[in-house]
């Protein structure tokens, strides 16, 4: 749920919120209740972090829908002690027909509507690939009992969010245009309030055919052949051959050594290199308090040279010209490091990238971890909702060029540009942190304010969430590239920013959507399991 309180208030939402800590039985930290419950009943059951995210990513798909869905994609990082991370990137191509001569006429992709559904969904084979990985972890639990929840909040309802109702009120106009949004979304061609009942029974049918047939049915069996169907009968260029083609792919993660642990994420075609430069360029700075002015500084100018590296480079990963690790060399690190002012902000004229997702993460009671993206871009994606299936199909593919020439040109096959990037740490201590946001240009800042509080300023993990958080670049349904700050953040804080040449603008509201719903899971050594949602979300940690 968004929270509006003002910043004078003496009582703020995140202080309602401790760090959630148990022992032994494992947690699930989502920015939907419903999801965060379906992953700790999974283990309650004895299933393993793998399993219970499948449930709650699941379970999300049909909670949330106007953040992810099963027609989008997905990407995992998942840890088991004494190992080195798996990752698994379940990131669509482009379908075999999407060519700039497919839209010739047309200046760019259009943002919604079947043409903007040409990249294969992932997820589902994301899903399938992590739980391979999990195989020999000793549980098994059937895809009925993983995808049961789900299955029954279709069939039953969910009751829609405050951000569902506004989301959909603000796009109305452009989505309404999609074929089979109306029907799926709108009751009586109404924005539907928040608590209103949403039930979508042809995703239920769907996800329960997947329970009964396997995962990947939705890919090589009758269930893709219908989703091919309906795809090209609305003029999506995707093709049951594209399905056929499609299997998730596990990656060597990129990495980052700190003073006191090492941090994981993905490489292209996400952002995660991005993510990891951010907190290593902000540890060379020596900021040795948090929530100043050097803390915020510090952080947003380590946010430009990381982006701007990552606008240079990353892109499909068949088409990369340098090794995106090498980025992340100390010797590299230093030198961008030492380019950043202390006391003034770098000119930014750069141009942001929206995105709309949401982040998971599980613990189990052995320790395994897992760090979850699920995504179909912008709010409701491309808008469109398959006739037989209830399948929402994602718009990730907008992010392509028409301009074959360029570093993100469309062509078959090729993977688009992903703001996705769940993130992982282990500690030198033993403790091992999975922690990520939605909020596409804000996800790699949040993830920076949220580790830097945990890890380099010691705050209690839900603090570290819950506090205050701005954002660099693009907000919703804008194309500003200012720094946006919540209004809680301490005036002397805002006013040295400005002083120091930060364009800043201040937020009306003290808990924003616009900074993205994030969340985090520390476990220790000793079994101890801390969690911590994002009030700013209608999340929750559910531990066992």
């Not at 009964?212 to 890919?219: R, S």
């Not at 900021?287 to 915020?296: K, N, Q, T, Y």
Request: charged share 20%; with cysteine.
């Amino acid at each position: 749920m968004t929270h509006d309180a003002p910043a004078s208030s003496a009582f703020a939402p995140g202080d309602a919120f401790n760090t959630q800590r148990s022992y032994g039985g494992g947690s699930c930290v989502a920015p939907h209740h419903l999801a965060a419950n379906a992953g700790r009943d999974i283990l309650k059951q004895g299933g393993n972090a793998v399993e219970a995210m499948v449930a709650a990513a699941a379970t999300i798909a049909v909670a949330y829908p106007h953040m992810n869905a099963i027609g989008g994609d997905g990407f995992w990082l998942i840890h088991e002690p004494g190992k080195a991370p798996v990752a698994i990137d379940a990131c669509g191509p482009a379908a075999r027909l999407a060519t700039p001569a497919f839209y010739q006429g047309q200046a760019q992709i259009p943002e919604r509507g079947p043409t903007a559904a040409l990249t294969m969904a992932g997820t589902i084979g994301g899903w399938q690939e992590a739980l391979d990985v999990a195989s020999d972890w000793g549980s098994a639990l059937p895809l009925p009992t993983l995808l049961g929840d789900a299955i029954r909040h279709g069939e039953q309802g969910i009751a829609v969010s405050r951000s569902q109702e506004a989301l959909t009120r603000q796009h109305l106009e452009r989505l309404f245009q999609s074929p089979g949004f109306g029907d799926t979304f709108l009751s009586q061609g109404d924005v539907p309030r928040e608590g209103a009942r949403l039930r979508q029974p042809r995703l239920a049918a769907t996800l329960k055919r997947l329970a009964e047939a396997g995962l990947d049915d939705f890919y090589r069996g009758e269930l893709a052949q219908s989703m091919a169907r309906d795809l090209e009968a609305l003029g999506s260029p995707l093709r049951l051959e594209d399905f056929n083609a499609y299997r998730a792919q596990r990656v060597t993660p990129l990495e980052v050594a700190l003073k006191n642990a090492t941090l994981y994420n993905l490489p292209a075609p996400t952002q995660g290199m991005a993510s990891l430069m951010i907190l290593a360029l902000y540890e060379r700075l020596g900021v040795s308090d948090g929530e100043g002015f050097a803390h915020l500084h510090g952080l947003v100018e380590a946010t430009k040279r990381a982006f701007l590296l990552r606008d240079r480079y990353i892109t499909d990963p068949g088409r990369l010209d340098v090794d995106l690790q090498t980025l992340l060399s100390a010797e590299n690190l230093d030198r961008e490091a030492a380019q950043i002012d202390p006391e003034r902000a770098l000119a930014w004229p750069h141009t942001p990238a929206p995105g709309d997702t949401i982040w998971m993460g599980t613990v189990d009671a052995e320790g395994r971890s897992v760090s979850f993206i699920q995504s179909i871009y912008w709010e409701f994606g491309s808008g469109v909702v398959l006739p037989e299936s209830g399948v929402l199909w994602q718009n990730r593919g907008i992010s392509f060029s028409l301009d074959e020439n360029d570093l993100r040109g469309l062509a078959p096959g090729r993977k688009p540009f992903h703001t996705l990037n769940p993130a992982l740490a282990r500690f030198d201590d033993g403790r091992t942190m999975v922690y990520g946001t939605m909020g596409g240009e804000g996800q790699p800042q949040t993830q920076a304010a949220l580790f830097s509080r945990y890890a380099f300023h010691h705050k209690p993990l839900q603090q570290a969430v819950a506090a205050p958080r701005w954002l660099l670049g693009r907000t919703w349904g804008e194309e500003s590239t200012n720094l946006k700050l919540e209004s809680r953040v301490d005036p002397e804080v805002v006013e040295h920013l400005r002083a120091a040449g930060h364009d800043v603008e201040v937020l009306a509201s003290s808990y924003s959507d616009t900074m993205g719903h994030a969340g985090a899971i520390v476990h220790h050594p000793d079994g101890l399991i801390e969690s911590a949602h994002d009030p700013r979300s209608d999340g929750g940690a559910a531990s066992v």
